[in-house]
Structure formats: C-alpha cells, structure tokens
C-alpha cells in the first residue's frame, strides 16, 4: 500500500441497498446504516496519520485500535480471540509488511497476533481480514474480486477445513468448496436447530456434481431421487421434530472408516468415495443424543449429504443399510468404537467447549474459576480417554492451556495446578514423552511467576533454583525434545554470567543430541558466534534498502556488530551509545554495523526515520528464526561482536559498557 493514497476513512459498501456507510476518521458507524458493519464486509482504508509517528500505535495513543478490536466475523459460528475493554489499551497495532503483503499486524497484551488486514492486491484497500485464536489464524475473509466486499470466507487451524463462497456477496455463504465430513454432520445439526432449510440445502449434492459422479443412469436416478427428496422434506421435518432444539450442540462425528465404490461396479465409470451410516452426535440439555446422517459422498475437496437426517432414539435399529454399501447400523451406547468418542467423554468435550465460548467472551474477573474448571474438564478427559493418542493429545492440552493462563495472569493458581498434575501423572501409566512435554512446562511457568514476584534480593535464588531444574530435567529426560530447549536455557545463562566453557559444553550437548531441531540449531549458530574469537569474521547480507553488504568492504577499520529490534529497549539504549562512540573515534574510522531481527524490515525502517543512526543496518526476513539469527545462535538481545581492522574477530557478547575501553585499544 502506499501511505500517501490512504485516506483515513472506513468505507463499507452495502451491497442490499446500493449505498455506502462511511465511518469516518473520528467516528463510529451510525443512523439506518449502522447494522451493516456485521453483514457486509467493506474496504478498510487507513492514512498513515492513524499510526501516528511510531512503528506501532497503542490505544491509548490511537483510538482507531479500538475500533479495528471492534470488527467482527460476518460469519457467526468463529471462535476467535476478543479483547475485553479493559485490555485494549495493553494492545498494539502496526503497519507492516507480511511475506511481501502489507496491511495492519493487531496483537494483544501479551503480544499473541489478535487480527491481520491485508492488502493482497496492492491497490491500498483492504481486502483480506484474518482472525486469530491463542497464536494461530482460524478464520479468514476475503475479497476475492477486489470490490470492496467480503465473498470467500475460510475456517483453519483449529477450527477445521471450511472453505465457503458467497457468490451475490450478500453475506451468507451460498455453496461450500471446501469442508470436512466431520463439519457437514456439524452443519446438518445447526441447520435443524434453527429451522433453516438453505442452510441444509447447501450441504447436499447438487445436479451438476452428481453428472459427474460417474455412476450408471440407475444408481444416479436413485441418488437424485434421495437427494431431491431430502431438499423437499427439510423445512417440513425440522419443524415437527423435538430432539434438536436452538439450544443443541454437535459433539462428534461417529462413522466407521469411508470406503471406496470401485469404477465398474455397477456400470460407473469413477471410483467414488463414500461413508455409509453416518452419525452425528450432538447434546441438548446436557443429554447426549444422535442423528443418523446417512450417506456422505465425496466430491472433490468438500463431502455432500444425499438423505434427510433421521433422529436415533435409544434401542432402535435401522435395517435399510447404507446406499453403496450393505451394512447395518446400531445406535451407540456409552462405549463403542464406532462413535470415536464414549458417551462420557462426549459429555466432558461439550462441557470444555461451553467453558471455552465463556473465555473468549471477555470473562473478566471469572476468567480464574473458568480455568480451574476447564482445568477439572481436562483431568476427567485424560482419564476418560482410551485411545492413547487422544490421551496425549488431552495431557498436552493441559500444559499448554493451564501454562498459558497462569503466565498471563488469569489464572495464578495454575503453576501449583501443573505441579499436583505432574504427580496425579506419576501415579498412572503415561506416556513418557508427555510426561516431559507436562514436566518442562511447569519448570518454565513456576520460573516466570516466582520471577514476578520475587524481591531483588531473591532474584538470584530464583535463577538457581531454575536453573537446577533444568538440568535435573535434562538428565530424566534425555530423549524429550523440550530436553533441546532446556539444554539451550542452561547455556545461556552461562554465558550471561561469564562461564564461557560452561556455556559451551552445553551448546555443544543440544547441537549433538539434536542436530535437527530449531534449538539444536541454534545451539549450534552459538557454539560457532562463542568460538568466533581470533577468527575471520565473514558476513554478507542485505541492507534493509535490498542493497548486498560484505563485511570484506569494510576491512581496515574496526567494526562493530550490533544486534537489535525496535521491540528491544536495551538496543535503543546502546544505539544511543554507539552513536557517541562513533563520533569520538571517527577520525580512526570506527564502524558500526546494525543487524535487525524485527519480524518485519518495515519496522526498522519506520524507527530509523525518526531516530537518526547513520550507519549501515542488515536485516534478514525471520526474526529470531532467521538463517542469521540461527547461524550465529542470536537467542536474546541486545548482542554485539567486535571485529579489527584486519576483520577477525576481538570478543563477542560485549557490553556496551566494554566498548569505549576496547575500541580505544583497538586504535592506539
């Protein structure tokens, strides 16, 4: 986008009436057009004033955050992180560049990504609006005809596969391209709760898919008929039904595996994936219940239903079998393999789920007692589970989520919750991965808080009992790959307190028990930067201007390397620092040499035009994952390396403080 074609308005086209509610700069939308900001999607077209003069804009500081936080999903069925008004302030939002997209980058008060609005297109309009849920991108809309109106509506990462279009832009999606068997038994559930037969009728198989199915004249003219009469029978069904009501929720998917019809079975012509007996499970009013779905039939990237939903009741059997396969269906009792999940643990899911809703819905001072209660949902679920695999998927959910909660403050209880968890653990048969995945978890969350809350004086007590554990960690679990983590948080902190060797052992361990991780990695880059000392010191990289930089150029002068981040306030502190220096050995040319690890290279462009630091600045797309930041182990900033004259390398990991001293012998 280019800064000086934005204005500083917020267009929102509405296609029903043929006029365009403006919000503008200062305003919020108002009169008759005020309900279309949750219906139809519109360009968002911002100046670079609302950024104020900073790289990233507080709402305290820009009052427009706020109303970027406001903007919901078109689609009412999202689970994505809000924001309570009470920590909006404590949000930021940028403007930046993205893998070579520009648009607005929202995150929250610990820093987890909240919103991306992006312009795909490069004409200075919005026109892609992603939403994100702890950390990961589960929703996204998009316009793709660039009109100014939201047509492609996408749900990822957790929260499943969907991928549907709204062909008349009218904010309901017409036809799904994409979507799961699993998520068309969810749809079939919805669309009975609410009565809405356009809703079911999107799900079925239409006309023009069934030509294409390959199936001889008489197996297509009995699917049509099935299908057909499903699209009739809908509305009429639905509302003389009891068992769903507004209040029921899908729990699960229960099938048996899908079966492939062979091409030439029956005169077809294609093979055809199908699932017969399929069934939805769903509760309502705290009772589980379900709905025999039928047939599923694949059609490219999306499954379409072929028959009315029929509710099961307890006891009955359904003899007609499948449409492509003979086979029976019997209803699922607490416990069958058929259902993939137990009538227990279809309880706990929909409770974890109710639990889930109230924490994205600003929870305020009851977000502690949710957690604990989620926490509780989660200790049941790891003891329901049967399947080893689901097991471990519930046991690492907890870490993660109990962790997550304590360290941002909502739960506090949640690092003694980890530690009585660690011994409930010790006392079953677990898996002894998941029990390190649950172990290093609770090392690294009793650290941060105990880190909080301790005084000055016992700061260093903290740090050792830290460090203590890290290590006890990576003798009992020498194969786990948090070990790799662990191993490299025990370096580091050698070498912050001048146990060079130490840190090197260490390093050394990470990079050779495992050679292929991320933290092996850069436990390498590190080993390497700690034993750059007397060597050559060889570099090329791009300049932040996209301009190739060679350290050879600059031999004949002595050098110093400075790694930072706008994000980083101890490398503000040392560029102030280094720019004295430079001024007092200028005439024995002095260099400097800034290496920026900024997620974004946009960035560090907006803080060096209003911070003036006259000297050459790398950057290398990645941040902290980076090639530069893994080859030379950067784990933390600020970092510096000083090189002579001759280009080889006098000392790395110098303080700024040591500068003055080392470049003045340096010139003598």
């Given at each position: 986008m280019d800064c000086q074609q934005l204005d500083a308005t917020v267009r929102m086209k509405a296609r029903g009436n043929g006029r365009g509610a403006t919000i503008g700069a200062g305003g919020v939308p108002g009169g008759p057009s005020s309900h279309l900001a949750h219906r139809w999607r519109a360009a968002v077209v911002w100046s670079a004033s609302l950024l104020v003069s900073l790289p990233v804009a507080r709402a305290d500081a820009d009052p427009r955050l706020a109303k970027a936080l406001s903007y919901k999903p078109l689609q009412s069925d999202v689970r994505y992180e809000r924001v309570s008004d009470a920590d909006i302030e404590n949000c930021s939002i940028e403007e930046t560049t993205r893998q070579g997209v520009k648009g607005f980058w929202i995150t929250g008060p610990a820093g987890q990504p909240?919103?991306?609005?992006?312009?795909?297109?490069?004409?200075?309009?919005?026109?892609?609006?992603?939403?994100?849920?702890?950390?990961?991108?589960?929703?996204?809309?998009?316009?793709?005809?660039?009109?100014?109106?939201?047509?492609?509506?996408?749900?990822?990462?957790?929260?499943?596969?969907?991928?549907?279009?709204?062909?008349?832009?009218?904010?309901?999606?017409d036809r799904w391209e994409m979507i799961s068997a699993e998520e068309v038994t969810a749809e079939i559930v919805a669309a009975a709760a609410a009565r809405d037969p356009q809703r079911f009728a999107r799900l079925l198989l239409s006309d023009e898919e069934l030509d294409g199915l390959g199936l001889s004249d008489e197996q297509a003219d009995a699917l049509g008929r099935r299908v057909e009469a499903a699209r009739a029978g809908f509305e009429e069904w639905a509302k003389t039904q009891t068992g769903l009501t507004r209040s029921s929720r899908w729990t699960n998917f229960g099938a048996d595996k899908p079966g492939i019809v062979p091409a030439g079975t029956n005169g077809s012509t294609r093979d055809l994936m199908v699932y017969e007996n399929v069934v939805a499970l769903f509760e309502d009013g705290g009772q589980p219940k379900q709905l025999l779905v039928g047939t599923l039939v694949r059609v490219g990237d999306a499954w379409r239903a072929v028959e009315l939903p029929r509710l099961v009741t307890e006891g009955a059997t359904i003899e007609d079998g499948g449409m492509f396969f003979a086979a029976s269906f019997s209803p699922r009792g607490d416990v069958s393999s058929g259902t993939?999940?137990?009538?227990?643990?279809?309880?706990?899911?929909?409770?974890?789920?109710?639990?889930?809703?109230?924490?994205?819905?600003?929870?305020?001072?009851?977000?502690?007692?949710?957690?604990?209660?989620?926490?509780?949902?989660?200790?049941?679920?790891?003891?329901?589970?049967?399947?080893?695999?689901?097991?471990?998927?519930?046991?690492?959910?907890?870490?993660?989520?109990?962790?997550?909660?304590?360290?941002?403050?909502?739960?506090?209880?949640?690092?003694?919750?980890?530690?009585?968890?660690?011994?409930?653990?010790?006392?079953?048969?677990?898996?002894e991965n998941d029990m390190a995945y649950v172990v290093f978890r609770t090392i690294e969350t009793d650290y941060r808080m105990k880190s909080l809350a301790a005084k000055e004086d016992e700061i260093d007590d903290v740090q050792k009992a830290y460090l203590a554990s890290l290590e006890a960690f990576t003798k009992r679990f020498p194969?786990?790959?948090?070990?790799?983590?662990?191993?490299?948080?025990?370096?580091?902190?050698?070498?912050?307190?001048?146990?060079?060797?130490?840190?090197?052992?260490?390093?050394?361990?990470?990079?050779?028990?495992?050679?292929?991780?991320?933290?092996?990695?850069?436990?390498?880059?590190?080993?390497?930067?700690?034993?750059?000392?007397?060597?050559?010191?060889?570099?090329?990289?791009?300049?932040?201007?996209?301009?190739?930089?060679?350290?050879?150029?600059?031999?004949?002068?002595?050098?110093?390397?400075?790694?930072?981040?706008?994000?980083?306030?101890?490398?503000?502190?040392?560029?102030?620092?280094?720019?004295?220096?430079?001024?007092?050995?200028?005439?024995?040319?002095?260099?400097?040499?800034?290496?920026?690890?900024?997620?974004?290279?946009?960035?560090?462009?907006?803080?060096?035009?209003?911070?003036?630091?006259?000297?050459?600045?790398?950057?290398?797309?990645?941040?902290?994952?980076?090639?530069?930041a893994i080859g030379y182990g950067i784990l933390t900033l600020p970092v510096n390396f000083v090189v002579d004259a001759r280009g080889r390398v006098v000392k790395t990991g110098v303080h700024w403080t040591e500068l003055d001293e080392l470049i003045g012998k340096l010139v003598q």
């Open positions: 909240l919103r991306w609005f992006a312009d795909t297109n490069k004409d200075n309009r919005l026109d892609r609006w992603s939403y994100y849920n702890a950390g990961v991108e589960v929703y996204r809309e998009s316009d793709t005809d660039f009109n100014g109106t939201a047509d492609e509506f996408r749900w990822l990462s957790t929260e499943g596969t969907r991928r549907g279009i709204d062909a008349d832009e009218d904010g309901t999606i993939g999940l137990s009538g227990t643990l279809e309880r706990l899911v929909a409770q974890l789920q109710e639990i889930d809703e109230k924490l994205l819905s600003n929870p305020g001072e009851q977000a502690g007692s949710l957690h604990a209660r989620r926490a509780d949902v989660l200790e049941k679920l790891v003891s329901a589970a049967e399947d080893p695999t689901e097991r471990s998927m519930w046991i690492r959910q907890f870490a993660d989520t109990v962790s997550a909660a304590a360290q941002t403050g909502e739960y506090p209880e949640g690092a003694d919750r980890l530690r009585d968890f660690v011994k409930k653990l010790a006392g079953v048969r677990v898996d194969d786990s790959p948090d070990t790799a983590e662990a191993m490299v948080q025990i370096a580091l902190s050698a070498e912050f307190a001048g146990e060079v060797d130490k840190a090197k052992q260490w390093y050394d361990k990470a990079r050779q028990a495992f050679p292929q991780t991320i933290p092996g990695k850069k436990a390498a880059g590190a080993l390497r930067r700690l034993q750059l000392e007397g060597q050559p010191f060889q570099l090329t990289a791009k300049t932040l201007d996209g301009r190739t930089f060679r350290s050879s150029a600059y031999t004949g002068s002595p050098v110093i390397y400075h790694c930072w981040a706008t994000w980083c306030d101890g490398c503000k502190a040392e560029m102030r620092a280094l720019k004295q220096l430079q001024a007092k050995y200028a005439k024995q040319g002095l260099r400097i040499v800034g290496i920026n690890f900024d997620s974004s290279p946009e960035l560090a462009r907006q803080f060096l035009q209003q911070n003036s630091y006259p000297w050459v600045h790398l950057f290398d797309e990645g941040g902290f994952e980076s090639d530069l």
